[in-house]
C-alpha cells in the first residue's frame, strides 16, 4: 500500500488529476513496497548495515502538535502482513503468515465513514510464498490488486460488489523465477505493466530489473541491472515503483559499483529508455523514493542516508534536486526513516512515515509512526503510541477524517497486530 498513495507504498505516486471524496481533493500515493520493507520481515533478508541515520540536528521549524488533539492508537486486528489500501480508501488488502514463507492473501471493504475493514466479511484471495505480495495497480478498466501466488501465477482482481471480487490470471506466462513484484496505475491505458526482480544465486553478480505487459505476459523487457548490497538485493533497498498515471518506472542506480548508495532513473514503457532522475553526487536516495506530483511540479520524497526526510523538485533540466529536508524529533537514536507516503488533504500536503531503531530489518526494533507536512505545511508529530515494534504505515481518508495504519507488536510477540492511529486531520 499514495491521497497524492500504497503504496506504494514502491511504488511512485501522483496527486493530479485528483479523485474527489467528500469535499476533499486528492489522490493516493501508487504501489506500494509496501511496499516496501514489510516482505523483508516475512523473508528475513536483512536491510543495508551501512546505512545510518543522519539525525544529529533537529528539524529547524518542527511543526507544533495540535494543543487538542491526544494520539489514539487501537488494535483492529492481529496477524497482518504487508497491508495495503486502495487509490480511494475503500479497500483494503493484506497477508496473513501461515508459517513456512507462505502467507494468505484476504480483502476487505472499507466503511469511509469510521475508517475501518469489514473484516467480519473479509474474503480469503489465495495464498503466497515469499515475496508474491499483492499490490494496487489500475488500467482503463479500473482498479485492480495483483499478486503472485505459491504456484507462480500472476493473478489480479477487481471488485465486483460488496466484498466481492473478479479473479483473472495472466498467461501464458515466461519463466522467470519473480521476486518484488510490482504493478503500473494508469487508468488511460487498457493494459497495465508488471515489474519484477530475477535475483542471481551468486554475490558477485547482479540481479535483473525486468517488465512484461499485461497484454503480453509471456514476453520479459529488460530495464537494468544491479549489484547485490552487502546484505541483499539492491532492489530491496530503494524499490521500483512506477510513476502513477504513465508507463514510467522509477528504480535504484548505483554510480559507483563499490558504493553502496543510489541515484535514481526513470525508465520509460512506451520508449524502453531510462534518464537520471538524480545526479547528487553523494547519491544519499537510500529507501523508499516516491515520486509524486502537485499543482504541475513533479517531486520526489526520499529518505537521505536512511534518516532524513528530504523533498526533491524536478528542475527544467530534468535532474530532481533537494528543496527541503527534515529529521525526526525522536528519542530514539540512532534511527531510520523509511515509508514516507505523501497525500493531500484540505489543500495541504502531509505523509506518514516510520522510524525504527538502528540500521537493521525493519520489524525487528522498536519503532514510531510519524504524521509530517511537507511543502509549507509544518505540522510534526508522533501518531502512535505502541511502546513496540511498528511497521509500514499506511492512510485512509475519508469524506470528515484521516487515520493511518500500521501493524505492530509487542517485543517478543512473534504475530504483528493491525493498529489504526487517529490523526488532527478532520474537518
Known amino acids: 500500500m499514495i491521497p497524492l498513495s500504497h503504496s506504494p507504498r514502491p511504488m511512485i505516486i501522483e496527486c493530479t488529476p485528483a479523485e474527489t471524496v467528500g469535499r476533499s481533493t486528492l489522490t493516493r500515493v501508487a504501489g506500494g513496497l509496501t511496499r516496501r520493507f514489510a516482505g523483508l520481515l516475512v523473508l528475513g533478508t ?10 544529529s540536528a533537529p528539524d ?30 475503500r479497500s483494503m488488502v493484506w497477508i496473513e503468515a501461515i508459517g513456512g514463507g507462505r502467507a494468505k492473501v484476504y480483502y476487505a471493504d472499507v466503511n469511509l465513514t469510521t475508517g475501518l475493514p469489514d473484516l467480519a466479511g473479509k474474503q480469503y484471495v ?22 503472485q501466488n505459491e504456484s507462480g501465477q500472476l493473478r489480479y482482481f477487481r471488485r465486483s460488489g460488496t466484498n ?5 490470471t495472466l498467461s501464458p506466462l515466461n519463466a522467470d523465477q519473480k521476486s518484488l513484484l510490482n504493478v503500473s496505475h494508469d487508468p488511460g491505458r487498457p493494459y497495465f505493466w508488471v515489474s519484477y526482480v530475477v535475483k542471481s544465486s551468486v554475490a558477485s553478480t547482479k540481479d535483473s530489473l525486468f517488465c512484461l505487459r499485461s497484454d503480453a505476459p509471456g514476453t520479459r523487457v529488460f530495464v537494468a541491472a544491479e549489484v547485490k548490497n552487502t546484505a541483499g538485493s539492491a532492489y530491496e533497498l530503494t524499490f521500483p515503483r512506477w510513476l502513477k498515471n504513465s508507463e514510467t518506472l522509477l528504480y535504484p542506480f548505483r554510480g559507483n559499483p563499490a558504493q553502496p548508495v543510489f541515484d535514481i532513473k526513470l525508465w520509460n514503457g512506451q520508449t524502453g529508455t531510462s534518464t537520471l532522475a538524480t545526479n547528487d ?20 520524497s526520499s529518505s537521505r542516508n536512511a534518516g532524513r526526510l528530504t523533498i526533491c523538485q524536478q528542475q527544467a533540466g530534468g535532474l530532481y534536486t533537494e528543496i527541503e529536508s527534515h529529521a525526526t524529533p525522536t528519542a530514539i537514536q540512532p534511527y531510520t526513516l ?56 499506511e492512510y485512509v481518508v475519508g469524506p470528515n477524517k484521516v487515520w493511518v495504519y500500521y501493524y505492530g507488536k509487542p517485543v517478543g510477540q512473534q504475530t504483528f497486530d493491525l493498529h489504526r492511529c487517529e490523526t488532527p486531520l478532520t474537518r
Open 338 to 393: 523509511t515509508s514516507f507516503e505523501p497525500f493531500a488533504f484540505d489543500g495541504r500536503v502531509y505523509g506518514a512515515y516510520q522510524v525504527y531503531a538502528g540500521g537493521g530489518i525493519p520489524g525487528s526494533t522498536k519503532g514510531e509512526i510519524w504524521l509530517k507536512g511537507i511543502l509549507g505545511e509544518p505540522a510534526h508529530l508522533k501518531i502512535s503510541t505502541l511502546d513496540g515494534v511498528t511497521v509500514d504505515p
Open 164 to 168: 466481492t471480487l473478479t479473479a483473472h
Open 281 to 300: 553526487g553523494a547519491a544519499f536516495h537510500h529507501v523508499d523514493d516516491l515520486a509524486f506530483a502537485l499543482n504541475g511540479q513533479q517531486y520526489l
Open 46 to 55: 536483512a536491510l543495508l548495515g551501512a546505512c545510518q541515520a543522519d539525525s
Open 60 to 89: 529547524p521549524t518542527p511543526g507544533p502538535t495540535p494543543a487538542a488533539f491526544v494520539p489514539k492508537d487501537e488494535i483492529i486486528g492481529s496477524n497482518f502482513l504487508q497491508v495495503e489500501f486502495s487509490d480511494d480508501s
Open 126 to 147: 489465495d495464498t503466497i510464498l515469499g515475496q508474491g505480495w499483492p499490490y494496487w495497480g489500475a488500467d482503463s478498466q479500473g482498479p485492480f490488486f495483483l499478486l
